[in-house]
């Protein structure tokens, strides 16, 4: 069984200068883990929920125990305050970057008459969820996980 028996040809997509803030909201609207980033007509890379969660994450330095001294107790209502205005400030500020500062650039492709066999080498061995479908130099479609175990199943039926 080949790729093309499996992909989806409707493929989702963003442009690199597209917001982290609207490539979000696209996968959340369409309920996908990820989609490919073009640039005009050109795959640029893919951007996925785990590239926009780690937008969220708690830099190494951050993540100590900090207790205060009974000096400090009266500033941590402040502290407090101004943390969470500067982490709001921030998160507006990261979702109106574009999507081409987070997007992973370089991204593993396969063509549609390749075996699912192939496809599903390459997301163990590079350990992604999904691969865009090139054809003559276009992208023409995804291919998930799922696509490929449900290739799989019907292999077996």
């Given amino acids: ?15 690199i200068d597209d917001t982290i803030r609207t ?10 883990s990820g989609m490919p980033v073009m640039d005009g007509d ?5 951007v996925t929920e785990s590239d926009v969660l780690k937008l969220l994450e708690i830099p190494e330095h951050d993540r100590t125990l900090w207790l205060p001294s009974p000096l400090e107790i009266i500033e941590i209502p402040l502290r407090e305050l101004i943390g969470w205005e500067d982490a709001k400030k921030a998160l507006e500020d990261v979702g109106a970057k ?23 080498t390459l997301m163990v061995n ?15 479609g995804i291919v998930t996980r799922g696509d490929v175990i449900t290739g799989i199943a019907g292999k077996q039926e």
Wanted: a positive charge.
């Fill in 1 to 15: 069984m080949n790729v093309r028996e499996v992909m989806h040809d409707r493929v989702i997509t963003c442009q």
């Fill in 23 to 32: 490539a979000a909201a696209a996968l959340k609207q369409h309920n996908i």
């Fill in 42 to 46: 050109r795959l640029a890379g893919i």
């Fill in 98 to 120: 574009p999507v081409r500062t987070i997007m992973t650039k370089r991204v593993h492709t396969i063509s549609p008459d390749d075996s699912i066999e192939a496809a599903s």
């Fill in 126 to 140: 590079h350990r992604i969820n999904r691969l865009p479908v090139i054809e003559e130099g276009v992208l023409a």
